[in-house]
C-alpha cells in the first residue's frame, strides 16, 4: 500500500497514512498536497487532485508524541471501526473483555467494540465463559492511528473503490 507522509500546519512530520486516507483529508480539505506525484492524478467525476506524497494539515494538530494513545471508549469504537468484535455488526458500545467484575481494565488489549446485543449477552463473563469468540485480536493503536482519528476520518468516509484503482 502506498503510503502518504503527513505534516502538522507547523511543517513538522507527523505519520504516515495510506494514499486513501490522505486523499479524503485534501478532500474534505483537512490537508493540503504539498508534494505529489509527477504526472498522477486522481480524476473522477467530482474529483480531480493530485496523487498525494507529502500532505501539510490545514490547522495545526497538538499531537502527544506518547508512545501509546492514550485509551478512550471512543478510541476504542474508532480503532474498531465501529463493527462488533464478536459479531462484525455496528458496534455502539464497549466490552471488557475480562469483566471488570473480574478486574479487567480499561486498556486498549482488554476491551473492544461490541454491539449492545452482544455486550449483554457476554455480561459478567469471559468470552470462554460465555462460549463467545472474538472475531479479531484487540491491539494498540500505532500514533498514525490515533492522529487520523483526532482527525475524525472514519472507515465511512473511505472512499469508493473506483479510487482504489490508481496508476502504478
Ligand atoms: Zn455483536
Redesign the pocket.
Known amino acids: 500500500m502506498r503510503e502518504t507522509l503527513v505534516l502538522n500546519a507547523s511543517f513538522e512530520p507527523l505519520a504516515t497514512v495510506s494514499l486513501r486516507r490522505a486523499v479524503v483529508l485534501v478532500m474534505q480539505d483537512k490537508a493540503v498536497v504539498e508534494h505529489a506525484h509527477p504526472g498522477l492524478r486522481i480524476r473522477a467525476a467530482s474529483v480531480d487532485v493530485p496523487v498525494p506524497r507529502v500532505i501539510r494539515l490545514s490547522r495545526y494538530v497538538r499531537v502527544p508524541f506518547r508512545r501509546q494513545a492514550s485509551w478512550s471508549r471512543r478510541g476504542v469504537l474508532a480503532r474498531d471501526q465501529h463493527r462488533?468484535a464478536?459479531?462484525?455488526?455496528r458496534?455502539m458500545t464497549v466490552d471488557h473483555v475480562l469483566p471488570r467484575s473480574h478486574g479487567g481494565g480499561d486498556t486498549w488489549l482488554n476491551t473492544v467494540a461490541?454491539?449492545a446485543?452482544?455486550n449483554h449477552r457476554k455480561a459478567d463473563r469471559t468470552p470462554e465463559q460465555a462460549g463467545m469468540r472474538l472475531l479479531r485480536r484487540p491491539f494498540v493503536p500505532t500514533p498514525a492511528d490515533a492522529l487520523v482519528s483526532a482527525l475524525g476520518v472514519s472507515a465511512r468516509d473511505e472512499l469508493p473503490e473506483w479510487l482504489g484503482a490508481l496508476p502504478a
Open positions: 462488533c464478536y459479531c462484525g455488526k458496534a461490541s454491539c446485543e452482544d
